[in-house]
Protein backbone atom coordinates (compact mmCIF):
# COMPACT_ATOMS: atom_id res chain seq x y z
CA UNK A 1 0.00 0.00 0.00
CA UNK A 2 1.39 3.58 -1.27
CA UNK A 3 2.17 6.42 1.57
CA UNK A 4 1.05 9.62 1.74
CA UNK A 5 2.62 11.02 -1.70
CA UNK A 6 3.92 15.17 -1.33
CA UNK A 7 4.95 17.24 -4.27
CA UNK A 8 7.32 18.43 -4.83
CA UNK A 9 9.47 17.78 -2.40
CA UNK A 10 11.58 20.65 -2.63
CA UNK A 11 10.99 23.86 -3.94
CA UNK A 12 12.51 27.37 -4.15
CA UNK A 13 10.18 29.93 -4.57
CA UNK A 14 10.90 34.21 -4.07
CA UNK A 15 8.87 36.38 -2.09
CA UNK A 16 5.76 37.94 -3.10
CA UNK A 17 4.75 34.34 -5.37
CA UNK A 18 2.73 32.24 -4.34
CA UNK A 19 3.29 28.56 -3.99
CA UNK A 20 1.06 25.35 -4.60
CA UNK A 21 1.72 21.88 -2.93
CA UNK A 22 -0.10 18.76 -3.15
CA UNK A 23 -0.78 15.64 -1.00
CA UNK A 24 -1.99 11.79 -1.92
CA UNK A 25 -3.09 10.27 1.36
CA UNK A 26 -3.10 6.76 1.52
CA UNK A 27 -5.79 4.76 -0.70
CA UNK A 28 -9.16 4.78 1.47
CA UNK A 29 -8.12 7.68 3.89
CA UNK A 30 -10.92 10.12 3.86
CA UNK A 31 -9.21 13.05 6.00
CA UNK A 32 -6.05 14.73 5.39
CA UNK A 33 -4.63 17.62 7.41
CA UNK A 34 -1.38 19.64 6.59
CA UNK A 35 0.79 20.87 9.51
CA UNK A 36 4.16 23.40 8.88
CA UNK A 37 7.06 22.50 10.33
CA UNK A 38 9.82 25.40 11.53
CA UNK A 39 13.33 25.32 13.40
CA UNK A 40 11.82 28.46 15.81
CA UNK A 41 7.58 27.25 16.12
CA UNK A 42 8.14 23.54 15.74
CA UNK A 43 5.32 21.58 14.26
CA UNK A 44 1.97 23.84 13.90
CA UNK A 45 -1.79 23.09 12.48
CA UNK A 46 -2.49 24.38 9.66
CA UNK A 47 -5.48 23.34 8.72
CA UNK A 48 -7.71 19.75 8.11
CA UNK A 49 -9.97 18.28 5.35
CA UNK A 50 -12.23 15.24 5.46
CA UNK A 51 -14.85 14.86 2.54
CA UNK A 52 -13.56 18.04 0.66
CA UNK A 53 -15.01 20.13 3.45
CA UNK A 54 -12.70 22.04 5.86
CA UNK A 55 -13.16 20.44 9.74
CA UNK A 56 -10.73 22.12 11.19
CA UNK A 57 -7.90 25.35 10.85
CA UNK A 58 -5.25 26.38 12.92
CA UNK A 59 -4.35 30.08 13.51
CA UNK A 60 -1.73 31.10 10.46
CA UNK A 61 -2.87 34.42 7.95
CA UNK A 62 -5.58 34.10 5.58
CA UNK A 63 -2.83 33.62 2.94
CA UNK A 64 -2.58 30.20 3.69
CA UNK A 65 -5.64 28.11 2.18
CA UNK A 66 -6.06 24.42 1.13
CA UNK A 67 -8.79 22.36 -0.34
CA UNK A 68 -9.33 18.63 -0.75
CA UNK A 69 -11.24 17.06 -4.18
CA UNK A 70 -13.60 13.72 -4.39
CA UNK A 71 -10.92 11.51 -4.63
CA UNK A 72 -9.34 12.34 -1.24
CA UNK A 73 -6.04 14.58 -2.94
CA UNK A 74 -5.50 17.61 -0.85
CA UNK A 75 -3.65 21.02 -1.83
CA UNK A 76 -2.74 23.55 0.06
CA UNK A 77 -2.21 27.49 -1.52
CA UNK A 78 0.19 29.82 -0.08
CA UNK A 79 -0.13 33.26 -1.56
CA UNK A 80 2.30 36.51 -1.55
CA UNK A 81 5.29 34.39 0.21
CA UNK A 82 7.20 35.70 3.30
CA UNK A 83 10.85 35.08 4.09
CA UNK A 84 9.43 33.55 6.95
CA UNK A 85 7.62 31.11 5.22
CA UNK A 86 10.37 29.11 4.26
CA UNK A 87 9.46 25.35 5.97
CA UNK A 88 9.08 21.40 5.58
CA UNK A 89 4.93 21.60 4.95
CA UNK A 90 4.29 18.07 6.00
CA UNK A 91 0.75 16.11 5.23
CA UNK A 92 -0.83 13.72 7.04
CA UNK A 93 -3.77 11.59 6.18
CA UNK A 94 -5.92 9.31 9.06
CA UNK A 95 -8.38 6.12 8.06
CA UNK A 96 -11.94 7.01 8.54
CA UNK A 97 -14.71 4.89 9.93
CA UNK A 98 -14.19 1.86 11.61
CA UNK A 99 -10.57 2.12 10.18
CA UNK A 100 -10.20 4.69 12.28
CA UNK A 101 -7.04 4.27 15.52
CA UNK A 102 -6.26 7.62 16.53
CA UNK A 103 -2.97 7.63 13.79
CA UNK A 104 -2.29 9.97 11.27
CA UNK A 105 0.17 8.98 8.40
CA UNK A 106 2.38 11.50 7.04
CA UNK A 107 4.51 12.43 3.87
CA UNK A 108 7.96 12.98 3.87
CA UNK A 109 6.93 16.71 3.14
CA UNK A 110 7.68 19.56 0.86
CA UNK A 111 10.48 21.77 1.80
CA UNK A 112 9.95 25.34 1.08
CA UNK A 113 12.53 28.36 0.47
CA UNK A 114 11.48 31.54 0.12
CA UNK A 115 14.46 34.08 -0.77
CA UNK B 1 -6.10 26.02 24.96
CA UNK B 2 -4.23 22.12 24.82
CA UNK B 3 -0.21 22.75 25.03
CA UNK B 4 2.76 20.44 25.27
CA UNK B 5 6.20 20.61 26.77
CA UNK B 6 8.72 18.43 26.66
CA UNK B 7 12.59 18.60 27.94
CA UNK B 8 14.89 20.39 25.61
CA UNK B 9 17.42 18.43 23.36
CA UNK B 10 19.91 17.26 22.17
CA UNK B 11 20.22 14.46 23.78
CA UNK B 12 23.32 12.53 23.80
CA UNK B 13 23.66 9.19 24.98
CA UNK B 14 26.09 5.96 24.40
CA UNK B 15 24.44 3.14 23.02
CA UNK B 16 23.11 0.59 25.35
CA UNK B 17 21.99 3.63 27.93
CA UNK B 18 18.42 4.05 29.57
CA UNK B 19 16.50 7.14 28.30
CA UNK B 20 13.82 8.95 29.38
CA UNK B 21 12.10 11.68 27.22
CA UNK B 22 9.77 14.08 29.75
CA UNK B 23 6.89 15.21 28.11
CA UNK B 24 3.74 17.16 30.47
CA UNK B 25 0.64 18.40 28.60
CA UNK B 26 -2.49 20.80 29.10
CA UNK B 27 -5.76 19.76 27.78
CA UNK B 28 -9.34 20.33 28.94
CA UNK B 29 -10.54 16.76 29.31
CA UNK B 30 -9.31 13.43 27.96
CA UNK B 31 -7.16 13.82 25.52
CA UNK B 32 -5.32 10.98 23.33
CA UNK B 33 -1.47 11.06 23.66
CA UNK B 34 0.96 9.97 21.67
CA UNK B 35 4.95 9.75 20.48
CA UNK B 36 5.87 10.58 16.83
CA UNK B 37 9.79 9.85 15.60
CA UNK B 38 11.17 11.63 12.85
CA UNK B 39 14.33 10.32 11.11
CA UNK B 40 16.68 12.44 9.11
CA UNK B 41 14.67 13.71 6.05
CA UNK B 42 12.07 11.80 6.70
CA UNK B 43 7.99 12.54 7.37
CA UNK B 44 6.73 11.67 11.03
CA UNK B 45 6.07 8.20 12.20
CA UNK B 46 3.98 6.85 15.03
CA UNK B 47 6.14 5.17 17.59
CA UNK B 48 3.24 4.65 20.03
CA UNK B 49 0.14 6.16 21.43
CA UNK B 50 -2.18 5.69 24.71
CA UNK B 51 -5.75 6.64 24.78
CA UNK B 52 -6.80 6.56 28.48
CA UNK B 53 -5.55 7.38 31.56
CA UNK B 54 -3.12 4.69 33.01
CA UNK B 55 -2.81 3.12 29.30
CA UNK B 56 0.73 2.23 28.77
CA UNK B 57 1.93 2.79 25.08
CA UNK B 58 4.80 -0.07 24.06
CA UNK B 59 6.82 -0.30 20.43
CA UNK B 60 10.09 -1.19 19.62
CA UNK B 61 11.36 -1.31 23.28
CA UNK B 62 9.93 2.22 23.96
CA UNK B 63 6.97 2.79 26.64
CA UNK B 64 5.17 5.28 27.93
CA UNK B 65 2.43 5.37 30.18
CA UNK B 66 -0.88 8.15 30.36
CA UNK B 67 -0.75 10.02 33.58
CA UNK B 68 -3.67 11.67 34.22
CA UNK B 69 -2.73 12.98 38.06
CA UNK B 70 0.61 14.22 37.01
CA UNK B 71 -0.50 15.25 33.54
CA UNK B 72 2.53 12.80 32.07
CA UNK B 73 3.53 10.66 29.42
CA UNK B 74 7.27 10.22 29.55
CA UNK B 75 8.87 7.98 27.00
CA UNK B 76 11.16 5.28 27.96
CA UNK B 77 13.49 3.12 26.63
CA UNK B 78 15.67 0.56 28.56
CA UNK B 79 18.54 0.26 26.07
CA UNK B 80 18.98 2.75 22.94
CA UNK B 81 20.93 1.58 19.76
CA UNK B 82 22.35 4.00 17.34
CA UNK B 83 19.50 3.54 15.33
CA UNK B 84 17.14 5.00 17.19
CA UNK B 85 19.05 8.61 16.73
CA UNK B 86 15.98 11.15 15.60
CA UNK B 87 13.72 13.52 16.67
CA UNK B 88 11.00 12.37 18.97
CA UNK B 89 7.54 14.62 19.46
CA UNK B 90 5.04 14.14 22.06
CA UNK B 91 1.38 14.78 20.23
CA UNK B 92 -2.02 15.31 22.35
CA UNK B 93 -5.15 14.80 20.31
CA UNK B 94 -8.61 16.07 22.24
CA UNK B 95 -11.50 14.65 22.22
CA UNK B 96 -13.48 17.25 20.03
CA UNK B 97 -13.15 15.24 17.18
CA UNK B 98 -11.62 15.31 14.04
CA UNK B 99 -7.64 15.09 13.45
CA UNK B 100 -5.58 17.96 14.83
CA UNK B 101 -2.33 17.21 16.35
CA UNK B 102 -0.80 19.61 19.30
CA UNK B 103 2.74 18.91 19.21
CA UNK B 104 5.62 19.24 21.47
CA UNK B 105 8.82 21.27 20.40
CA UNK B 106 10.66 17.91 19.92
CA UNK B 107 13.82 16.47 21.03
CA UNK B 108 16.83 15.19 19.41
CA UNK B 109 17.81 11.94 20.36
CA UNK B 110 21.94 11.37 19.22
CA UNK B 111 23.17 7.74 20.23
CA UNK B 112 26.75 7.27 20.18
CA UNK B 113 29.13 4.05 20.22
Known amino acids: KAGVTQTPRYLIKTRGQQVTLSCSPI?????VSWYQQTPGQGLQFLFE???????NKGNFPGRFSGRQFSNSRSEMNVSTLELGDSALYLC??????????????FGEGSRLTVL | GNSVTQMEGPVTLSEEAFLTINCTYT??????LFWYVQYPGEGLQLLLK?????DKGSNKGFEATYRKETTSFHLEKGSVQVSDSAVYFC????????????FGTGTQLKVEL
Open chain 1, 92 to 105: ASEPSGAGRTGELF
Open chain 1, 27 to 31: SGHRS
Open chain 1, 49 to 55: YFSETQR
Open chain 2, 27 to 32: ATGYPS
Open chain 2, 50 to 54: ATKAD
Open chain 2, 91 to 102: ALKDTGGGNKLT
